[in-house]
T-cell receptor
Framework: QKEVEQDPGPLSVPEGAIVSLNCTYSNSAFQYFMWYRQYSRKGPELLMYTYSSGNKEDGRFTAQVDKSSKYISLFIRDSQPSDSATYLC???????????FGDGTTLTVKP | GAVVSQHPSWVICKSGTSVKIECRSLDFQATTMFWYRQFPKQSLMLMATSNEGSKATYEQGVEKDKFLINHASLTLSTLTVTSAHPEDSSFYICSAGPGPLGPFFGPGTRLTVL
């Protein structure tokens, strides 16, 4: 079993829809939770970063972590075609420790 | 956010030659950097952890003699693909992070071995 499991997708939504991307993890030592966006042939870009449980909002993006259920979510409001990309969730246990990534969910937002 | 650069962005080489890829942290010091490879439409695969001033730690199944990693300073790590073959063609990405925030990824290097 992978330490971080991500809903595989692909996911296709119309422009303006609310998108929900989800991951689960199994390692109780994970304390830091990240979401990355990766466009084709580019390096992943850090979108959201959360420590421990709770919600974090940044513009149209909301990251949610529930450590009791080991569940990680990213919500995108008012989705735009420019949001079309692969989204990766990731977790790590310590500041400088290596991150464990999900396999990614490919999102397409249709105009 | 922190900036990580990679050079070159794209390299084409002949089979049997060696290729060096540089990863630099531009506005922070990184005692640890990570190297990944990614095949088309596949997930990131961690190859090794690069530690400044000491030997890299390789993931299981990654040939340390083929993928040489040198982390000579707090802002530079290099990955050398030795005696490259077509099956080594891939997208190589490094990452690093200042403290708990991150890691931040470089833009990646596309390697094509003919």
């Amino acid at each position: 079993q992978k330490e971080v499991e991500q809903d595989p997708g692909p996911l296709s939504v119309p422009e303006g829809a609310i998108v929900s991307l989800n991951c689960t993890y199994s390692n109780s030592a994970f304390q830091y939770f990240m979401w990355y966006r990766q466009y084709s042939r580019k390096g992943p870009e850090l979108l959201m970063y959360t420590y421990s449980s709770g919600n974090k909002e940044d513009g149209r993006f909301t990251a949610q972590v529930d450590k009791s259920s080991k569940y990680i979510s990213l919500f995108i409001r008012d989705s735009q075609p420019s949001d079309s990309a692969t989204y990766l969730c990731a977790s790590k246990g310590t500041n400088a420790g290596k991150s464990t990534f999900g396999d990614g969910t490919t999102l397409t937002v249709k105009p | 956010g922190a900036v990580v650069s990679q050079h070159p962005s794209w390299v084409i080489c002949k089979s049997g030659t060696s290729v060096k890829i540089e990863c630099r942290s531009l506005d922070f010091q990184a005692t640890t950097m990570f190297w990944y490879r990614q095949f088309p439409k596949q997930s990131l695969m961690l190859m090794a952890t690069s530690n400044e001033g000491s030997k890299a730690t390789y993931e299981q199944g990654v040939e340390k003699d083929k993928f040489l990693i040198n982390h000579a300073s707090l802002t530079l790590s290099t990955l050398t693909v030795t005696s490259a073959h077509p099956e080594d063609s891939s997208f190589y990405i490094c990452s690093a992070g200042p403290g708990p925030l991150g890691p931040f990824f470089g833009p990646g290097t596309r390697l094509t071995v003919l």
